[in-house]
């Protein structure tokens, strides 16, 4: 069976897309894909400069820019009604934005921002969204992991010494426990809606700016004669998140990534993640937790 790529996205015309942290990176790969295909792409970035920058690299296409900061609860509702006024219909969510072994630092609310922005941060965004992709028949929203969350750990202990490598592990998992709570939801009133998680493999981005030099060493292009068993490129790192997306075959509750070796390259996938991520009591303790720290109340319809 042919491995499934960007040609494979079906004609989007008439569909609209919301890219979190699409200025660079695995963001604008998927910006720029979805866009050729005929979608509208909003590309809602921290830097609307950078985000305009990127828009104008994909001539031609419909696109707009909408500021958004996770890292402030202010700016996330800014944003959200910004995109209800402006898109009359919404069928797509990415939430792909995100942080990596960043020093101790607080968001705007108090938050530790690995978590405030990778977690809290698009899940007040999806909160606030989602009567407009309710709306919208066949919608989905993708939550963006990684392969780290294997090692998170869902302690939420304010006395744990931070660790950004740590940080981050748990941020991921939270991503997946998210898009698997929000998918039984979701199906629990029987919405239109669905929601699917989808990770890069190990991709070479400006994401990796705070690690180890031996880390950026080991997945910079230099070795990439022999690294290509460990490391790919933003444009096939996008892939697991396009199909996710667009794939007519895909199904709320599933996770795409790579088909390679420990899921760290090749072309995207249905893939199984650790056991931790389908953990419901936690799912549930998450949810609540976020519901109270970012005061979004999700709302969803009645199952008749």
Known sequence: MAKWAAVDVPDLSGRTAVVT???AGLGLETARVLAAHGATVVLACRDSAKGEAAARTMSGAKT???EVDLASLAS???AAETIRLTCPRLDLLINNAGVMQVPFQLTEDGFELTFGVNHLGHFALTGLLLPHLLRTPGSRVVTVTSNAHRRGRLDLDPN????PGSA???????NLLFAYE???RLQASGAGTASLAAHPGNARTALWATSSRLERVLIGPALRPFTFWLVQGARRGALP????????DARGGECYGPDGWFQYVGSPVRVQTSPDSYDRDAASRLWRLSEQLTD????FPVNR
């Open 160 to 163: 744990e010494a931070y660790e």
């Open 21 to 23: 942290g699409s200025s």
């Open 64 to 66: 707009r820019v909408v």
């Open 296 to 299: 979004v109340e999700y709302s």
């Open 182 to 184: 929000l998918h039984h």
């Open 76 to 78: 996330v509702r800014k």
């Open 168 to 174: 981050y592990d748990r941020s991921k998992l939270a």
């Open 241 to 248: 998140q396009l199909r996710a997306a667009t794939d007519i």
